[in-house]
T-cell receptor, first 112, second 114 residues
Framework: SQKIEQNSEALNIQEGKTATLTCNYT??????LQWYRQDPGRGPVFLLL?????KEKRKERLKVTFDTTLKQSLFHITASQPADSATYLC???????????FGSGTKLNVKP | SQTIHQWPATLVQPVGSPLSLECTVE??????LYWYRQAAGRGLQLLFY??????ISSEVPQNLSASRPQDRQFILSSKKLLLSDSGFYLC?????????????FGPGTRLTVL
């Protein structure tokens, strides 16, 4: 079965630095990879989607890369702020597929 | 605009009791609907999804069931709760048509089984 791995340890960085989060997967060939933000006690909120034929996607301070050879996606937040502190989840799915498979998420702590 | 509602927000139930969680979506029609469970410090586990009224796909064998009696209503049920059913239950919807569509999540229900 498919396996999606995100760093279980929290990532602690200083305000203003770039945060880089990793999503690795095995036994799966996703057509789309999505990133979500989840605050404590709340539902996840969609951030970005990248397709398998795209190498990179940007939105404001966010950047996502997708390497289907390495089976890995990297999620970058540049000029990080304390308000960026949250858990970030990656989710994979396929063409014409209605099921989403989520990773366990990585908690990001941005210190002022 | 679209909104998604879940209730109740929190629930404490004894082992062996029944369960009914409700989710409704407003402002859209024929959405895909999903139930997820999130254990403490863990990721989202897909429990059920539905692409239409009466159409339910189960992802994990368990003592839970789901129903979609109306287009924008999704219900999660159990006849007898287990301790392991404790967790954060999230309902979500997406536009029909596949994985390029983002998911919109409800506020969640925190279930504690004692």
């Amino acid at each position: 079965s498919q396996k999606i791995e995100q760093n279980s340890e929290a990532l602690n960085i200083q305000e203003g630095k770039t945060a880089t989060l990793t999503c690795n997967y095995t036994n799966y060939s996703p057509a789309y990879l999505q990133w979500y933000r989840q605050d404590p006690g709340r539902g996840p909120v969609f951030l970005l989607l990248i397709r398998e034929n795209e190498k990179e996607k940007r939105k404001e301070r966010l950047k996502v890369t997708f390497d289907t050879t390495l089976k890995q996606s990297l999620f970058h937040i540049t000029a990080s702020q304390p308000a960026d502190s949250a858990t970030y989840l990656c989710a994979l799915t396929q063409y014409n597929f209605n099921k989403f498979y989520f990773g366990s998420g990585t908690k990001l702590n941005v210190k002022p | 605009s679209q909104t998604i509602h879940q209730w109740p927000a929190t629930l404490v139930q004894p082992v062996g009791s029944p369960l009914s969680l409700e989710c409704t979506v407003e402002g859209t029609s024929n959405p895909n609907l999903y139930w997820y469970r999130q254990a403490a410090g863990r990721g989202l586990q897909l429990l059920f999804y539905s692409v239409g009224i009466g159409q339910i796909s189960s992802e994990v064998p368990q003592n839970l069931s789901a129903s979609r009696p109306q287009d924008r209503q999704f219900i999660l049920s159990s006849k007898k709760l287990l301790l392991s059913d404790s967790g954060f239950y999230l309902c979500a919807w997406s536009w029909p048509g596949g994985g390029y569509n983002e998911q919109f999540f409800g506020p969640g229900t925190r279930l504690t089984v004692l």
